[in-house]
Structures are given as C-alpha cells and as structure tokens.
C-alpha cells in the first residue's frame, strides 16, 4: 500500500511538499523589503505569537509550534499583493481578507508537525500550482457529482480499495453538496495494483460508467470493502440493474484496462504521490482538510474572478 499524505493521516489532508522559488507575491509585484512594511511601530517578537497574529486561531499548538507560525508570519509578505508581511497586514490592515487565510493555511501546517522551511515550501507550492494547473482529461469521466454547470471542477484520484480514500469519500462529498452550483466532482481511476481487487473494481466501476450506474456502484464499492472479488462485483452490478453476464465479460476481456491505465498515467504526470489526491480546476490541492478545501474554493474563485488576489 502507498503511504498516504502524512496531513491525511493527521487530519484526513493530503499534502505535498513541492519546492518552488519564494519571495515574489502573485500578481507580477516584486516583493516589499522588510523598510516598507508600512507599520510606524516596530513588529512585536516571535515570542509573542498573539500579538503577531492578531484575531488567529492558535487553538491546538504547541509554544513551539506557534513560535514557527508567528516567524512566517513575520518573514513573509502577503499574496494580497500589497507592501506588507503577513503580520504586518494582519495588525494594520483590518480590510485585508488574504492574510487570515494565509495565517490559518499556516497554522494547519503547523499543527500537522511543519517546520519553518516546511511550511514555507508547502505555501509556496499551493501558491505556484495557480499558474502551473494540470490538464486533465474530463472527457468521458462523466457524469459529475454536482451541477454540470458549476464553474469550479473537483477531480479525484481514488482507488476502491485505499481506506484513505473511504475514510475522505462522505468528507468530499459533503464539500460538493454544501456548495452546490460553485462545485462538482469527477472521479479518475487510480487502483493500486498491489492491493487485491483494486483493479477489478475500477474496471467494473468504469463499465458501469458505460452503462448510467457509476455513481451507484462507486457508492456501492466504497460501502463493500470486502465484497470486491469478481462474483462480487456481478453481484452490484444486478442489484443496480445492470447485466451481472457482461460485466464478468467485461472483466475477462479486460476491455477498461487501458481507460484505467491512461488514468493513471496521467495522475502520475500531474504530480500524484498516492491516493486520494484532489485537482481543483487543474490544481493539486496541497491540503485536504475541511478547512483546507473551503480555503482552495474562496481563493480559486477569487482567482477566476481577477486573476490575482483581492487587495486590502
């Protein structure tokens, strides 16, 4: 089995840590040096983390973990765009929505055990991915979860077999249904070949693709951890159905095995490391928590409406 995400593991979030060069914020600015923060008063300590972070959550972390949210916070400048460190927004700038953002993002990677130059690589990165999206093939992945016409698409690596994947289902699920017309959700094949079964039940998900049954047989799968051998998967098929004699042909012939491995292919070249792993309009989402999703959507569809973030 692939090891999942270690924030996954921690808080059913997935993340990534990939490298990208820091210190320039979106929109084409150069980055502000530390003279033009724009506070008259001098910046409080790292050692007092409630005073650097003004209105934050620090709920759950340690004196040390705080510590490192508080030093980010004071090294590094808001991707609102403006003059200002992150804090320095924070404790002076009121009416800038990004810098909370920001903070809160830094505080669940603190929490999940990020150092400094940890978080640091992992805010960079979610940052990059808005100009380094994926192109995903949706084409015949359908029917969405969601309304069709929902401009922000939701892309899922999963494999059947991955209870990282079953424990993330109800969660993802519930993220499309709470924000209904913004959302929709597609899910990709990407079955572990090492885990018995994970390949069956792809195919037998995609042919039932083919027929109008995904939903309710990926439903059914993820519902049947241990009912995915091949009389199994017949057995779903004609509970929903469906024609349990052209399945089993289905899998015979292996007529879904090069769909599932184009899939797969194609998840491994936009930078998937195992399984669950989400696309949000092409970008790898670094963070899978709750928190973490609703952060991705409010950012993306800021991002759709201005091509850069809001300023304060």
Known sequence: MRAPPPILLLALAASAALAACAGRPSGGAAAPTAATTGSSSPAPSADDPRA?????????????????????????????????????????????????????????????????????????????AFDRRAELALKGFGPALGEETAPVALVEFSDFTCPYCRQFRPQLEAFVEKHAGRVKLYFKPFPIESHPNAVEAAQAAEWAREKGLFWQLHDRLFESPEALAVDDLAEHAAALGGDADDLRAALADGRFRGRIQVSQAEARNAGLKGTPTVFMNGRLLTDLSEAGLEQALRDEEEWLQQRRWARD
């Open 52 to 128: 650097v972070l003004p209105g934050v959550d620090l709920e759950g972390l340690s004196a040390a973990q705080q510590r490192v949210v508080a030093q980010f916070a004071l090294d590094e400048f808001c991707y609102c765009g403006c003059p200002h460190t992150v804090s320095g927004c924070l404790r002076v700038h009121s009416g800038c929505s990004h810098a909370p953002r920001m903070a809160s993002q830094a505080v669940r990677l603190a929490r999940g055990g990020a150092t400094k130059e940890e978080l640091l690589r992992q805010v960079t990165a979610y940052y990059a």
